[in-house]
């Protein structure tokens, strides 16, 4: 007679048939009951992070890289509670992360017991399915559906589990489902709407693409719909990694930290059809032409502008059935204009991206360009947002390899690193760079360790300006001078080698590439501290005169401040190359 299990020795049988590989968390008591069965079952991993908001950044990145559902763990309280701003990336970002929040004794839930909280309640809002278990037998139901709700609604599961529930025994012998995983399903608009996508396209003279994360399977339907309308392709941060390489409709992005191009290819079309993409900042969106949407979502539809028309589909599957009923545009005279302005902003920005020996100091945009020049081809680049995100947009280059993971909607600072550590445990042989600013990176510092116990040979190139640089240049476009932003950092190279990194310190432009050489070639976890000018300035495609005027309010504060020495320092960086 076959024994029978006890919950957690369920939940890692379920797991393992679900094709999970790992887990990312830190042990505790309340966890015991699982950690003892992973290590019985022998076939799933356990990532021991330095902080549970790490593991489930880490999770998240290697649900988005992987697109199969990945695992986070936290024990009861305030272990889970640490959890919570990973969760709301991923589930912002709608890759499928299920979370086990291990819970305190079920008798004791409801009486102010030691580190009691409610799970159930804190992660609903950061889920599509969260459920507590008090009784066995509610197993394996709850297990499988928060494994089917992560993977078929694209975003995070919780599972509430108290640690005695956890070693209890099932009341009989339950063998995990084999349809765990349902396929993603192939969605398109009814004939009638396709029809009048067809019309409204058709009677447009000049159209405009903008593309999202949503083309991640459709890039080829995107440029045959780009042909077919002469349009050019503005992508938003989300589709870069899909859409920017070898297209020749692609006229960069807009958005703040976009492209003057990707900006008026938008502002002055005869109407914009958004593709797979929920970009939020409607003051880049056109006001007096007709905008269309496809997106497998419908929430998503008009959420940020007023649309014309939105119908709910697969942007490929949408884009095959559209194709026959458009009429093939004679003229490019608009496209061929908007490629040229993108040629022009393309030289600018490169023009910027150089550095000097002894002409220092060391330039962002240098730093970046130099990191994708020698990145690996299969390269997989994680970034923080702010400064990182901007200098990633406009450098790192893509090429249908490489791979991009950040946080995008949901912008919290610190995830490049954790995500790394989930990237790179996802694909061991392959180049991981985590791409940090100096804020971001010495706030989930401790999972610098992580790469030494896990072994783990991220590369850690540190964008060290010594100010949360974007939270800066916000402060000066708005008149205000800038407070609390500025890092008294430590020798990062310094700090890294201690904990068991090689690590290179540079401030010279002469010496980044062969300190770069040297970080991305070293056989084992490395770090460059870039020490980078602070007064880099990131122009947004679009400069309103709130800015200009904000600007020289700052400009006048900052003089009466006695602070005219970061004037100079502004202009000697920005003016002077």
């Not at 804190?122 to 509610?138: A, D, I, K, M």
């Amino acid at each position: 007679m076959t024994p029978k299990r006890n919950v957690a020795e369920l939940l890692v049988a379920t797991l393992a048939s679900a094709g999970v590989q790992r887990i990312y968390g830190i042990v505790g008591d309340s966890l015991n009951a699982a950690t003892e069965a992973l290590h019985a079952h022998g076939g799933i991993g356990w990532v021991h992070t330095r902080n549970e908001e790490a593991a489930a950044f880490a999770a998240g990145a290697e649900a988005h890289l992987t697109g199969r559902l990945a695992v986070c763990a936290g024990s009861c309280g305030p272990g889970n509670l640490h959890l919570i701003n990973g969760l709301f990336d991923c589930h912002r970002s709608r890759v499928p992360v299920l979370a086990i929040a291990a819970h305190i004794p079920s008798t004791e839930v409801g009486r102010g017991y030691f580190q009691e909280t409610h799970p159930q309640d804190l992660f609903r809002e950061c889920s599509h399915y969260c459920e507590l278990v008090s009784n066995p037998g509610q197993l394996p139901g709850v297990f499988e559906s928060a494994i089917r709700a992560a993977v078929a609604e694209r975003g995070v599961s919780v599972v509430v589990l108290p640690g005695d529930v956890a070693f209890a025994a099932m009341p009989s012998h339950v063998e995990p489902s084999t349809s765990l995983i349902p396929a993603a399903p192939i969605v398109r608009p009814p004939d009638s709407e396709l029809d009048t996508l067809a019309d409204r396209l058709n009677g447009a003279e000049r159209v405009t693409l903008l593309c999202g994360r949503g083309c991640q399977y459709s890039r080829e339907q995107v440029l045959a719909l780009a042909e077919v309308l002469k349009a050019p392709i503005v992508h938003a941060l989300g589709g870069k990694e899909f859409i920017e390489y070898d297209n020749p409709f692609d006229v960069g992005m807009t958005g703040f930290i976009g492209f003057p191009s990707g900006y008026h290819a938008m502002m002055d079309c005869d109407a914009l059809l958004m593709l797979g993409t929920d970009f939020p900042y409607r003051q880049f969106y056109p006001t007096e032409v007709p905008i269309l949407q496809i997106d497998l979502r419908g929430a998503n539809l008009g959420r940020r502008c007023l649309l014309d028309l939105g119908v709910v589909g697969d942007v490929g599957a949408t884009i095959d059935a559209l194709l026959p009923r458009l009429q093939t545009k004679a003229r490019r005279d608009f496209l061929d204009d908007s490629l040229a302005h993108y040629q022009k902003a393309r030289k600018d920005l490169d023009a910027l991206a150089t550095g000097r020996a002894g002409r220092g100091p060391l330039h962002p945009q240098f730093l970046a360009k130099t990191m994708s020049d020698l990145a690996a081809d299969d390269a997989v680049i994680t970034y923080d947002v702010g400064t990182p995100a901007i200098w990633t947009a406009r450098y790192v280059k893509m090429n249908g390899r490489r791979r991009l993971v950040s946080s995008l909607n949901h912008g919290s600072m610190a995830n490049a690193l954790a995500q790394a550590i989930g990237a790179q445990s996802a694909f061991p042989d392959r180049q991981v760079i985590s791409f940090s600013g100096d804020g971001g990176f010495a706030m989930l510092m401790g999972d610098l360790l992580t790469l030494v116990q896990e072994r783990l040979p991220v590369k850690i190139v540190v964008l060290n300006n010594g100010t949360l640089g974007f939270v800066e240049m916000e402060m000066k476009a708005s008149g205000i001078l800038d407070t609390g932003v500025d890092l008294t950092n430590p020798d990062f190279a310094a700090l890294a080698q201690a904990a068991g990194l090689f690590a290179q310190r540079v401030e010279d432009p002469a010496d980044l590439v062969e300190a770069l050489i040297a970080v991305l070639e070293h056989d084992g976890p490395a770090l460059l501290d870039a020490v980078c000018a602070r007064q880099e300035l990131s122009m947004p495609p679009h400069i309103e005169a709130a800015q200009v005027k904000g600007f020289g309010l700052w400009t006048a504060k900052a003089v009466l401040d006695g602070r005219g020495a970061e004037i100079l320092d502004l202009a000697r960086t920005n003016l002077i190359r």
